[in-house]
Nanobody
Framework: QVQLVESGGGSVQAGGSLRLSCAASGSIFSINAMGWYRQAPGKQRELVATITSGGNTNYADSVKGRFTISRDNTKNTVHLQMSSLKPEDTAVYYC???????????????????WGQGTLVTVSS
């Protein structure tokens, strides 16, 4: 079993910054990719940023230039540095990871998608 725990959410004024963190724990063989999604009230969950094991990053157009995703593979942790926050960034932010578990045999090493519980980010104008 693999769990993701987010932290760092809170309330901030427009133009401010926050740093979200997500730590993976459990029987982890490898983490192939990690990322952040968000869901605002009345809206669908959307991709914010992802990072692969090779370090390739992908950002939603709405956050390019303002958010930075990073990864510490030794600690199974991903971070999202959010700057120049806008009220429209208000949402519950969910950590996501694609992982392989240690208990799987080599010939059946599954890629499993795991979600955290979410952390609330509120940006006031």
């Amino acid at each position: 079993q693999v769990q993701l725990v987010e932290s760092g959410g809170g309330s901030v004024q427009a133009g401010g910054s926050l740093r979200l963190s997500c730590a993976a724990s459990g029987s982890i063989f490898s983490i192939n990719a990690m990322g952040w999604y968000r869901q605002a009230p009345g809206k669908q969950r959307e991709l914010v940023a992802t990072i692969t094991s090779g370090g390739n990053t992908n950002y939603a157009d709405s956050v390019k230039g303002r958010f930075t995703i990073s990864r510490d593979n030794t600690k199974n942790t991903v971070h999202l540095q959010m700057s120049s926050l806008k009220p429209e960034d208000t949402a519950v932010y969910y950590c996501n990871a694609v992982v392989s578990e240690s208990g799987d045999p080599v010939w059946y090493r599954r890629n499993l998608e795991v979600w955290g519980q979410g952390t609330l980010v509120t940006v006031s104008s």
